[in-house]
């Protein structure tokens, strides 16, 4: 991934292996949800109860918020394992939910209109979003696995004119899995910034690992493998602002 801001390491538990299928005739998945994946974004809102794991929850009434300020050039980035094949990409285009206390956030934050889509750092393609929907809405692509990034680059602003950042309340992204692939479900943790994030690693892989010998010897395999890619994502470059989700 190029330069990341805040981040969340998605890993994967519950591990089985994918039946070997066709790219072409596979069913589609939600790879953040199947695989070891990592999403990063360019900035995080300055509140605690707003965290940049919420973009992929699987909840409408949360949301990853920018930055204050943060609306046009705002990111997402995403990396999925290299052999799966992206086929749709979903999201909303704001922060979805109608709450008690603060009244519709949709409609008070900004709702993103446009999106520049891009594929292994180039430019693909300009994406239009319907920003009076606040469900999630579908971008239909044909990409290999690797890294995507989605940037704001026109936006609706809100009414509430001191809430002036980038929402989005869920991301997805869909494809197909390479025969043989490693799935699981997302487990989610408290986040952690950059300095506390290689202790705080080493910590649940020393936890992961001790119980891999009392389990079957296929499993336990497998689950190394996934210990070993959540060691991949501890050595990632990160900057200061990080944020990691174990």
């Known amino acids: 991934m190029g330069t990341l ?3 969340v390491v998605i890993a994967a538990t519950l591990v089985v292996l994918a039946s070997p299928a066709r790219a072409d005739d596979a069913p589609l998945v939600n790879l953040l949800t199947s695989v070891p994946s990592t999403i990063a974004v360019s900035s995080t809102v300055d509140n605690v109860k707003i965290r940049p794991e919420h973009i992929a929850d699987g909840k409408l ?17 995403v990396r999925v394992p290299a ?39 180039r430019p ?8 009076t929907r606040r469900d999630l809405q579908t971008i239909d692509v044909a990409l290999t696995g690797g890294d ?3 940037e704001v680059i026109a936006a609706e602003p809100g009414s509430k004119k001191t809430w002036r950042e980038a929402c989005i309340s869920e991301l ?20 952690l910034r950059r300095g506390q994030a290689p202790p705080a690693a080493r910590a649940v892989l020393r936890v992961d690992r001790r119980g891999l010998a009392q389990r079957r010897p296929r499993q336990a395999r497998d689950e190394r493998q996934v210990a070993d890619r959540l060691l991949e994502m501890e050595r990632l470059a990160l900057p200061e602002s990080v944020t990691v989700l174990r």
């Open 61 to 77: 009434e949360t949301a990853w918020n920018a930055a204050t300020g943060q609306i046009l050039g705002a990111w997402v980035e």
């Open 148 to 150: 995507l990034r989605l």
């Open 124 to 131: 693909i393609k300009d994406i239009t979003l319907d920003a």
């Open 5 to 7: 801001g805040a981040g």
């Open 172 to 191: 997805e992204v869909w494809g197909t899995l390479a025969a043989g692939t490693i799935v699981g479900r997302m487990r989610a943790g408290r986040s």
């Open 83 to 121: 052999g799966t094949h992206i086929k749709q990409i979903k999201l909303t285009p704001g922060f979805s939910v109608v709450d008690k206390k603060h009244g519709d956030l949709f409609t008070k934050n900004a709702r993103i209109k446009k999106l520049r889509l891009y594929h292994a750092g």
